[in-house]
T-cell receptor, first 115, second 114 residues
Framework: SQTIHQWPATLVQPVGSPLSLECTVE??????LYWYRQAAGRGLQLLFY??????ISSEVPQNLSASRPQDRQFILSSKKLLLSDSGFYLC??????????????FGPGTRLTVL | GDSVTQMEGPVTLSEEAFLTINCTYT??????LFWYVQYPGEGLQLLLK?????DKGSNKGFEATYRKETTSFHLEKGSVQVSDSAVYFC?????????????FGSGTQLTVLP
């Protein structure tokens, strides 16, 4: 069966510090991968998605970047964090077949607080 | 573009009450429809899904029927429990686009009181 991991689970960082959040998927090959952010009391905002190694699409121009160095690894980064980067970051995966409903499966999330 | 509209929350119910959370959508294609649930401090879990008109998705006592004529996918449960307290998201995806992105509603906070 497939599983998705995110770490760290929680993170407190000062403004201006760098960021690296990691997401890995097990039990599937060549998944589509997604990064979302959920601000307190708000809905989900799609940040990045990737259809393959080294292929990143950005949905919202901002202080963050993403990379996919391996098939089942997706990394979210920042060189200098802003207060507005605080939130709950969720990674998700989907199989690449055009058949099927197209649901995404989410990781447990990383709670980031920027002080 | 595609969009999902959910009823505004928060919703507060007593245990064993009937639940309805409304969801309507607009989509350029023929979407698949989903309900996700998010318990406090956790990621989203797929609750149920439907892929074509008149399909009924069901799981854990929750149901939703894909109504193409009214472009709706309302979530219902006959008797809620305290453990159902969570945020519920309606979502859709279509076959357009290489990554088949999900379009989410804004979420509805449900609190069930004992």
């Amino acid at each position: 069966s497939q599983t998705i991991h995110q770490w760290p689970a929680t993170l407190v960082q000062p403004v201006g510090s760098p960021l690296s959040l990691e997401c890995t998927v097990e039990g599937t090959s060549n998944p589509n991968l997604y990064w979302y952010r959920q601000a307190a009391g708000r809905g989900l905002q799609l940040l990045f998605y990737s259809v393959g190694i080294g292929q990143i699409s950005s949905e919202v121009p901002q202080n963050l970047s993403a990379s996919r160095p391996q098939d089942r690894q997706f990394i979210l980064s920042s060189k200098k964090l802003l207060l507005s980067d605080s939130g709950f970051y969720l990674c998700a995966w989907r199989g690449t077949s055009r058949l099927g409903p197209g649901e995404q499966f989410f990781g447990p999330g990383t709670r980031l607080t920027v002080l | 573009g595609d969009s999902v509209t959910q009823m505004e929350g928060p919703v507060t119910l007593s245990e064993e009450a009937f639940l309805t959370i409304n969801c309507t959508y607009t989509a350029t294609g023929y979407p698949s429809l989903f309900w996700y649930v998010q318990y406090p401090g956790e990621g989203l879990q797929l609750l149920l899904k439907a892929t074509k008109a008149d399909d009924k998705g069901s799981n854990k006592g929750f149901e939703a029927t894909y109504r193409k004529e009214t472009t709706s996918f309302h979530l219902e449960k006959g008797s809620v429990q305290v453990s159902d307290s969570a945020v519920y998201f309606c979502a859709l995806t279509t076959f357009s686009g290489s990554a088949r992105q999900l379009t989410f509603g804004s979420g509805t906070q449900l609190t069930v009181l004992p």
